[in-house]
């Protein structure tokens, strides 16, 4: 029961983003491929401006690198975007969306923008350890909003994040009590979230169509990060002078 009623903000996110991605899907339909696009580049430039807004608090650009680096490596080494893909295309025959050229690249690109950034492990941290859901409140209109434009652009497979999202975002709920030192500690966050911007950066890149890096691969790069910072401070030359 206690964790049933710390979800509620995972579940009002949930629905948003299945709501916003159905309502998109059928308008999608009838909208000419050009304006798709256009919105779809929309998308793309505002994601691009978030990402840069993040990596901008970073205090430590090494950091935010180091973990880019080692974050996808480990993420192509495990196969995360090949295995979302694959995924995917489970979802788009059983959805009989065999048809649908973007189903898979909206799939993976809108759990890449709904998952990332500093709001999702706050809200969860909230929702889990305060019983309170205003941050993922917030994030549950933003992510509707976005979701009604990415699925009239890219068809059904935002309409399946929904359901990653309800994992992922339940299963950081759940963590909340592990991952506490990382919200409470200003660099640790900061140089997080720094990541994640780089991440939605790359993601922009893919939704205006320049270049697609497969950003999955770069996702243990968030988990990465504030490692990196640790690992540092017990270096001799990363030590705080004590006063």
């Known amino acids: 029961m206690r964790y049933n009623l710390a979800m509620r903000g995972t579940l009002l996110n949930t629905a948003?983003?299945?709501?916003?991605?159905?309502?998109g899907w059928l308008v999608g339909k009838q909208i000419p491929g050009s304006y798709q696009?256009?919105?779809?580049?929309?998308?793309?430039?505002?994601?691009?401006?978030?990402?840069?807004?993040m990596f901008l608090q970073s205090r430590n650009p090494l950091i935010a690198a180091l973990a880019m680096a080692g974050g996808g490596?480990?993420?192509?080494a495990i196969g995360i975007h090949a295995g979302i893909g694959e995924l995917a295309e489970w979802f788009k025959h059983s959805l009989g969306q065999g048809s649908s050229p973007r189903f898979v690249d909206g799939l993976i690109t809108s759990f890449v923008l709904f998952c990332i950034g500093p709001m999702t492990l706050l809200g969860c941290m909230q929702d889990a350890l305060e019983k309170k859901s205003e941050l993922l409140s917030l994030k549950a209109t933003m992510?509707?909003?976005a979701a009604v434009f990415l699925a009239a652009a890219s068809g059904a497979g935002v309409l399946v994040t929904a359901l990653l999202l309800l994992i992922y975002q339940g299963a950081l709920t759940l963590a909340a009590g592990?991952?506490?030192p990382i919200a409470a500690d200003e660099e640790l966050l900061a140089e997080t979230t720094a990541t994640g911007g780089a991440i939605l950066f790359a993601t922009g890149l893919g939704l205006l169509e320049i270049?697609?890096?497969?950003?999955?691969?770069?996702?243990?790069?968030v988990f990465f990060a504030p490692a990196a910072v640790m690992i540092g401070r017990k270096l001799p030359w990363g030590r705080k002078p004590q006063t």
């Open 143 to 145: 992510d509707g909003v």
């Open 16 to 23: 948003t983003v299945a709501t916003g991605a159905t309502v």
């Open 73 to 76: 490596v480990i993420g192509l």
């Open 211 to 221: 270049k697609d890096l497969h950003t999955a691969n770069y996702l243990p790069a």
């Open 37 to 53: 696009t256009v919105a779809l580049h929309g998308l793309g430039l505002v994601t691009c401006g978030l990402g840069v807004k």
């Open 178 to 180: 592990w991952l506490r």
